[in-house]
């Protein structure tokens, strides 16, 4: 059984830092690739950062690219989001996913809340 387990989030004030982790177990997760989403309210889910499974190559959406951090430890099968200057439009429930077959997400999180006040 596949599960993915996020822990981290909460509620910060605008300009502080939060470190999202998603453990994993059910699989060798050390050979795919895992991402991070985020869905705010009344708005899509929406692509946030994604790891290779390597750790070598890392993306990132625009809006968050040079404040927000995606890493890997596969020892522990977690994968890490840490995220500084938070800002109120970060606010979201943020998501890991696995991608086991090649080209799509195919596992998710429960998700975890991020709130950033102003």
């Known amino acids: 059984q596949v599960q993915l387990v996020e822990s981290g989030g909460g509620l910060v004030q605008a300009g502080g830092s939060l470190r999202l982790s998603c453990a994993a177990s059910?699989?060798?997760?050390?050979?795919?690739?895992m991402g991070w989403f985020r869905q705010a309210p009344g708005k899509e889910r929406e692509f946030v950062a994604a790891i290779s499974w390597s750790g070598g190559r890392t993306y990132y959406a625009d809006s968050v690219k040079g404040r927000f951090t995606i890493s890997r430890d596969n020892t522990k099968n977690t994968v890490y989001l840490q995220m500084n200057s938070l800002k109120p439009e970060d606010t979201a429930v943020y998501y890991c996913?696995?991608?086991?077959?090649?080209?799509?997400?195919?596992?998710w999180g429960q998700g975890t809340q991020v709130t950033v006040s102003s």
């Open positions: 059910g699989r060798t997760f050390s050979r795919y690739r």
């Open positions: 996913a696995v991608d086991t077959v090649g080209g799509r997400y195919d596992y």
